[in-house]
C-alpha cells in the first residue's frame, strides 16, 4: 500500500514536472488556502531544497517563481543501477567506445525482455498504461497524454541515470529502441532529452 503523499511531496513533484511555479500556481493544483503553500515553501525555503526568482511585470509588484534547488533535486531516484560513468570511462579506455556501447545493447535486451513479459496478451492502450507503470517503479515519475486513438505522450520528468546517459548519448538511443521493442511500434520518437538541456524526456508513441 502506498504512503499517501503529504503537501510537501506534491509540491516536490509539481515543481519537478513543471520546473518553475508561483504561489497562484502551487493554489490551482493544489486547492488549500494562500497561507499554507506559503508556510510550505517558507519552509522549503530554510531547507534549501527550492529557489526564488523573481519576474518583472510591466505593472505591479515583481511575480515571485519558485523552483526545485539541487539539494531538493537530489531528493528524486538517481540509482544508476550498477551503473556508474567512472566505470564506463575505465572500460572505454582498456577496450575503446565499442565496448561500452556494447553493455548498453546487452542492457537494452535485458530490460526488453523483462519489460516484455509484462505485456503479454496487451492491447495498445493496456501496454501504454503498463510503460508509464514499469517506468514509474525504475523512478523515472512517467506519465502518459492520450493524444489521439493511435497515438500517445510518454514524459519522463526524472533521469535515474542522468550523469551516465549525458556522458554516453547510446544510452537514450537504447532505451527508444527498447521502448519499440516492448510497445511493438516502430513508431517511437524522442521529442525531446534532458541531456540536451530540455526540461523532461518526452516520446511520441503511435501505434
Known amino acids: 500500500m502506498r504512503q499517501q503523499k503529504t503537501t510537501k511531496d506534491k509540491i516536490l513533484d509539481l515543481l519537478k514536472k513543471e520546473v518553475q511555479m508561483t504561489v497562484g500556481d502551487l493554489l490551482r493544483e493544489l486547492q488549500i488556502t494562500d ?7 517558507s519552509v ?3 531547507d534549501g531544497l527550492i529557489t526564488t526568482e523573481e519576474r518583472k511585470q510591466p505593472m505591479g509588484r515583481p511575480v515571485v517563481s519558485y523552483s526545485l534547488s539541487e539539494k531538493g533535486e537530489l531528493l528524486f531516484p538517481k540509482s544508476y543501477e550498477g551503473l556508474s560513468v567512472e566505470f564506463l570511462q575505465d572500460i572505454e579506455t582498456i577496450h575503446g567506445i565499442a565496448s561500452v556501447e556494447q553493455l548498453f545493447r546487452n542492457r537494452e535486451k535485458r530490460l526488453t525482455k523483462e519489460y516484455t513479459i509484462r505485456m ?7 501496454r501504454m498504461r503498463e510503460i508509464k507503470e514499469i517506468q514509474e517503479e525504475k523512478g523515472y515519475m512517467a506519465e502518459i497524454n492520450h493524444l489521439d486513438d493511435n497515438s500517445y505522450e510518454l514524459i519522463e520528468y526524472n533521469c535515474p541515470i542522468m550523469a551516465v546517459a549525458k556522458e554516453y548519448k547510446v544510452a537514450c538511443k537504447c532505451e527508444t529502441n527498447m521502448f ?15 541531456t540536451e538541456g530540455n526540461n523532461h524526456c518526452r516520446f511520441q508513441i503511435s501505434f
Open 35 to 41: 497561507m499554507a503553500v506559503r508556510k510550505h515553501l
Open 44 to 46: 522549503m525555503q530554510k
Open 120 to 126: 503479454q496478451k496487451k492491447s495498445p492502450q493496456e
Open 180 to 194: 519499440k521493442n516492448v510497445l511493438q511500434t516502430e513508431h517511437v520518437t524522442r521529442t525531446s532529452c534532458k
